[in-house]
């Protein structure tokens, strides 16, 4: 049984960082995309970032590139996103993905198969 359990949201000023981290268990991700998608409210759910556990690959939504950072540790079975120089519409429940999914449609929240249950994350202004 696969889980993804989240871990390190909070509240943070403008402009402070935040280290998220998404635990893996169930199986070998290896043939995997991971990826962090986000919800703020009244919104709909947006792509983050994603990283093909394999060979490392990773892909930024443009709201985010040259903040964060998504990275994996192969032996704890985790996935990072460090968020730096955090703005107050980077508030939002953050969810961590998975699935076997094709690096084409990593940005997609609809092939991704497993999802945790999420990590509030707020940035005051």
């Known amino acids: 049984q696969v889980q993804l359990v989240e871990s390190g949201g909070g509240l943070v000023q403008a402009g402070g960082s935040l280290r998220l981290s998404c635990a893996a268990s169930?199986?070998?991700?290896?043939?995997?995309?991971m990826g962090w998608f986000r919800q703020a409210p009244g919104k709909e759910r947006e792509f983050v970032a994603a990283l093909k556990w394999s060979g490392g690959s990773t892909v930024y939504a443009d709201s985010v590139k040259g903040r964060f950072t998504i990275s994996r540790d192969n032996a704890k079975n985790t996935v990072y996103l460090q968020m730096n120089s955090l703005k107050p519409e980077d508030t939002a429940i953050y969810y961590c993905a998975a699935g076997p999914l094709p690096w084409r449609l990593s940005g997609s929240g609809t092939s991704y198969t497993y999802w945790g249950q999420g990590t509030q994350v707020t940035v005051s202004s």
């Open positions: 169930g199986r070998t991700f290896s043939t995997y995309v």
